[in-house]
């Protein structure tokens, strides 16, 4: 069941897939229909889930779930785990790896592979003042009070 993301509770899971870039207008408004049929019908154990989602700066695919009714199952899981390599190879994007790191230069969202962000910090080209995005965040709560946080605030320290 698609319902708007703002209106999903606090407590609501939270998956966050990053994409290496930002989609165009044009691919955003294919994104937001697939993404909207792909809510509606999703599932688990045969009961909808009550679902929502955001794409915050044309870049991030951002699925909320409220599990006080029916909780998110391996299958339904899996389910949206495909779906995003569909989505992958569609727009031909990078959606999955996880070893990427999005960061803010300015108002520019900049995206490096794990390593690269490490040498950065090492050569000072990032700093703990650098704003991160924390695609760790469980659920929604900590999505809107953590997931664009300086460096120092994050996982992300441990480079710096």
């Not at 044009?26 to 999703?42: A, V």
């Not at 909808?48 to 009714?69: C, H, M, N, W």
């Not at 900049?110 to 995005?133: C, G, H, N, R």
Request: charged share 25%.
């Amino acid at each position: 069941m698609l319902v708007h993301f703002n209106d999903l509770p606090d407590t609501s899971r939270i998956w966050i897939y990053q994409a290496n870039r930002s989609f165009n207008q044009e691919e955003l408004e294919r994104l937001q229909q697939e993404l909207d049929e792909f809510i509606q019908n999703w599932t688990a154990h045969g009961s909808k889930l009550k679902a929502g989602y955001e794409i915050p700066y044309g870049r991030f695919i951002v699925i909320g779930l409220d599990q006080s009714q029916n909780a998110a199952s391996g299958c339904s899981i899996d389910a949206s785990v495909h779906f995003m390599q569909h989505l992958e190879k569609k727009y031909d994007v990078v959606l999955l790896d996880k070893m990427n790191v999005s960061y803010k230069q300015g108002e520019y969202i900049a995206y490096k592979p794990l390593l690269d962000f490490k040498k950065m910090a090492k050569q000072k080209a990032v700093s703990e003042k650098t704003i991160v995005f924390n695609n760790l965040v469980a659920n929604k709560a900590e999505y809107k009070e953590h997931w664009e946080v300086p460096a120092s605030e994050s996982w992300h320290a441990r480079f710096m």
